[in-house]
Nanobody, 124 residues
Framework: QVQLVESGGGLVQTGGSLRLSCAATGRTFSRYAMGWFRQAPGKERAFVATINWTGSRTYYADSVKGRFTISRDNAKNTVYLQMNSLKPEDTALYSC?????????????????WGQGTQVTVSS
């Protein structure tokens, strides 16, 4: 049974930073790509960032490029999302997700494993 547990969300002012973590259990974490997605109230879940199995390849949504950084520590079975220069429009429920593949993907359909999410709220 694959489990993904996010942490690190919270309330932050515009321009602030947060670091999200996603701890994985139940399978060989290091073999698979991981991703972060977010869902704002009244909107569909959207891609944020993805990282391949080694951490050598990363891709970002245009809206977060240059502000967010995805990384992973395979020894700790954990993937991170460092979020800087936060804006009110970044407010959402952030979820990490796992793929069946070693290759990073921006396609939500490639992610069968999901965490419960952690709320990020950015005040103006």
């Amino acid at each position: 049974q694959v489990q993904l547990v996010e942490s690190g969300g919270g309330l932050v002012q515009t321009g602030g930073s947060l670091r999200l973590s996603c701890a994985a259990t139940g399978r060989t974490f290091s073999r698979y790509a991981m991703g972060w997605f977010r869902q704002a109230p009244g909107k569909e879940r959207a891609f944020v960032a993805t990282i391949n199995w080694t951490g050598s390849r990363t891709y970002y949504a245009d809206s977060v490029k240059g502000r967010f950084t995805i990384s992973r520590d395979n020894a700790k079975n954990t993937v991170y999302l460092q979020m800087n220069s936060l804006k009110p429009e970044d407010t959402a429920l952030y979820s990490c997700a796992g793929t069946y593949s070693a290759y990073a993907s921006t396609n939500i359909q490639d992610y069968p494993y999901w965490g419960q999410g952690t709320q990020v709220t950015v005040s103006s």
